[in-house]
């Protein structure tokens, strides 16, 4: 079964953090845009931070700039997202998202998100004050 299975959220204090994990099974990220989403209660969902195979594009959203970082351990097929210095706006349901043969473009701008081929279930975050 090919799926995205995203974990690591929690609850932690404002200026700690947390790595989010979104591993793939039944395929590989070798061709693949990934980018991790994120979606607060009464907001639209929005792109954190997200890239592209196609052609190595890395792109972080201007809260995530200096505190997120998107990397990727190939051998575990698996996307993370470091989160330091988490602030209490930061607390949202956070996804992970695949799209074959896509451009950052397609995941961390496109509000349809159309292309998405596969999305992973959601993991919480919650960042007290």
């Known amino acids: 079964e090919v799926q995205l299975q995203a974990s690591g959220g929690g609850l932690v204090q404002a200026g700690e953090s947390l790595r989010l994990s979104c591993a793939a099974s039944?395929?590989?990220?070798?061709?693949?845009?990934i980018g991790w989403l994120r979606q607060a209660p009464g907001k639209e969902r929005e792109g954190v931070s997200c890239?592209?195979?196609?052609?190595?594009?890395?792109w972080y959203s201007d809260s995530a700039k200096g505190r997120f970082t998107i990397s990727s351990d190939n051998a575990k097929s698996t996307v993370y997202l470091q989160m330091n210095s988490l602030k209490p706006e930061d607390t949202a349901v956070y996804y992970c998202?695949?799209?074959?043969?896509?451009?950052?473009?397609?995941?961390?701008?496109?509000?349809?998100?159309?292309?998405?081929?596969?999305w992973g279930q959601g993991t919480q975050v919650t960042v007290s004050s």
């Open positions: 998202a695949a799209i074959r043969n896509g451009w950052v473009t397609d995941i961390c701008y496109d509000p349809s998100r159309h292309l998405v081929d596969y």
């Open positions: 039944g395929f590989t990220f070798d061709d693949y845009a």
């Open positions: 890239f592209s195979r196609r052609d190595g594009d890395t």
